[in-house]
């Protein structure tokens, strides 16, 4: 049993589909008390944190219907996600090398396993960017040149600090305006609803081949904060 700590995007189609058929199990465990794996370290860290483990399974559909994979079994929705679990079966940097060990020959995982600080950085800029803009303005010249620069351990666990919590609307939009604009182009007006706009951006992403874009965590991880795509989203730019 294994929930990983990483963005999904980083899981090939054998661990993302794996990850959510434990999560219901586990999920099932701690809501309902039952006695399958109830003492195992990974249901040990996750009681208490039911919101929070609901909130990844968000996360997990949301990248599952971005890569055109059906979803019919549901868990409960909080909001907030409340708090996440403060420890780790493994590290956040020993999961990154674990997937790039188990997926030396794969091919089907969205976002690749990161090289250097620089390429996690570029990664996940948008979903800082949507988290905490202050953050975002500062940390390129950390990662570039200051202390992120070669710390990979330090900047997996703060991208995944920076992305638990839910996002202030004005924030989200200010991202997704950043990413059109890596997709405009003359035939599309950019929508106003910004369930509409996450959409069109994922289909000009794919249509036009950018490849920044559909490397980007924020691709799926920004539609669970948006009530009309959540993960609920029917059209997929990978199907």
Same mark, same amino acid.
């Given at each position: ?7 999904p995007g980083y899981l090939d ?5 794996? !990850? &959510? ?112 803009? &202050? ?9 570039? &040149? ?14 995944? !600090? ?33 369930? !509409? ?43």
């Open positions: 049993m294994r929930i990983w700590d990483l963005h189609r054998k661990r993302l589909l794996g !990850e &959510h058929r434990e999560l219901h199990g586990l999920v099932n465990i701690i809501s309902q008390g039952k006695r399958g794996y109830a003492r195992h370290p990974e249901t040990l860290r996750w009681v208490g944190h039911l919101p929070a483990l609901c909130t990844r399974h968000q996360l997990l559909v949301s990248e599952m219907m971005l890569r055109g994979y059906n979803h019919h079994s549901p868990v409960p929705e909080f909001n907030p996600p409340g708090t996440w679990p403060d420890i780790f079966i493994d590290t956040p940097v020993d999961q990154l090398r674990l997937l790039a060990d188990k997926q030396a020959d794969e091919t089907s995982a969205r976002i690749p396993i990161p090289r250097n600080t620089q390429q996690l950085w570029a990664q996940h800029k948008y979903s800082v960017m949507a988290h905490d803009p &202050h953050l975002y303005t500062t940390l390129g010249s950390e990662v570039a &040149h200051g202390k992120y620069r070669d710390d990979m351990r330090g900047l997996v666990n703060l991208m995944i !600090e920076t992305m638990r919590p839910e996002p202030q609307n004005g924030r989200l939009r200010n991202a997704l305006n950043h990413m059109w604009g890596y997709v405009s182009d003359s035939q599309h007006h950019m929508p106003e609803q910004d369930g !509409e706009l996450m959409q069109l951006i994922r289909q000009q992403a794919i249509v036009q081949q950018k490849r920044y874009l559909l490397e980007s965590t924020a691709l799926s991880e920004l539609s669970i904060w948006i009530p009309a795509i959540g993960t609920g989203a029917t059209s997929s730019p990978y199907t």
